[in-house]
T-cell receptor, first 113, second 115 residues
C-alpha cells in the first residue's frame, strides 16, 4: 500500500472550509484513497473514499488530482465538533480476508471559535 | 445507523490477570478486527478474523492474545496475562464484503488499564 504524507497539524476557523491535504505520490492504479477521523480517543470514523473521481457525501468532499498523486479532503463548513485527527490512507482491495487499514499519524485539525 | 458495540468501556486490572474484551459487530458483516491505541500513539492493527479463523495478525498479537467468535454474534479479544504495556484503548471493527472499496466501522473502544 502506498505511503501517504500529511501535515502534522492545521487550524481552521469555525464556519470556514477546512482543506486537508494528503500526498500519495506512489499510489498505484488500484489503490483507493480513504479518509477516516478520530475524535479524541473515540473509535476512528469513516469519512469518504475515492479512486479517481472527486467524491462528495454528507460529511465532506474529496478532490483527487488527475495524476492521483495527491488529494484534499474538504469539510465545507467546519464546526468545533470537527476537531479531530484526520487520517489519509491509500489501500488496494487485495481480496477479502487480507484487507486492513494501516493508520499513520494523521493531521490534527483544530477548529477555532 | 448500525454500530459496533464494545464492552466494557473501561476495565482496570492487575498485572498478570486475564482480561476479555467483548465486541458485537454489525450483524451482516463478515470480517472482524481488533486494533489498539496506546495513549498518545498511533492506532495499531492487532488481528483480523474471517470465517472463524484469524486472517492476519501483527507482531503485537503474540501468544498472550487470542480472539474468538463464541456464539455467532460476539467477537472477543482475550489477553491471557496482562502486562503494564497492555494498557491502551482497544477498538473492535467490522466490515461487510461489498467488493471494490470497503469501509471499516469501529466501535467506541474499551480502555484497559493495567496496574
Amino acid at each position: 500500500d502506498a505511503k501517504t504524507t500529511q501535515p502534522t497539524s492545521m487550524d481552521c476557523a469555525e464556519g470556514r472550509a477546512a482543506n486537508l491535504p494528503c500526498n500519495h505520490s506512489t499510489i498505484s492504479g488500484n489503490e483507493y484513497v480513504y479518509w477516516y477521523r478520530q475524535i479524541h480517543s473515540q473509535g476512528p470514523q469513516y469519512i469518504i473514499h475515492g479512486l479517481k473521481n472527486n467524491e462528495t457525501n454528507e460529511m465532506a468532499s474529496l478532490i483527487i488530482t488527475e495524476d492521483r498523486k495527491s488529494s484534499t479532503l474538504i469539510l465545507p463548513h467546519a464546526t468545533l465538533r470537527d476537531t479531530a485527527v484526520y487520517y489519509c490512507i491509500a489501500l488496494s482491495y487485495s481480496g477479502g480476508s487480507n484487507y486492513k487499514l494501516t493508520f499513520g499519524k494523521g493531521t490534527l485539525l483544530t477548529v477555532n471559535p | 445507523e448500525p454500530e459496533v458495540t464494545q464492552t466494557p468501556s473501561h476495565q482496570v486490572t492487575q498485572m498478570g490477570q486475564e482480561v476479555i474484551l467483548r465486541c458485537v459487530p454489525i450483524s451482516n458483516h463478515l470480517y472482524f478486527y481488533w486494533y489498539r491505541q496506546i495513549l498518545g500513539q498511533k492506532v495499531e492493527f492487532l488481528v483480523s478474523f474471517y470465517n472463524n479463523e484469524i486472517s492476519e495478525k501483527s507482531e503485537i498479537f503474540d501468544d498472550q492474545f487470542s480472539v474468538e467468535r463464541p456464539d455467532g454474534s460476539n467477537f472477543t479479544l482475550k489477553i491471557r496475562s496482562t502486562k503494564l504495556e497492555d494498557s491502551a484503548m482497544y477498538f473492535c471493527a467490522s466490515r461487510e464484503d461489498r467488493g471494490g472499496a470497503n469501509v471499516l466501522t469501529f466501535g467506541a473502544g474499551s480502555r484497559l488499564t493495567v496496574l
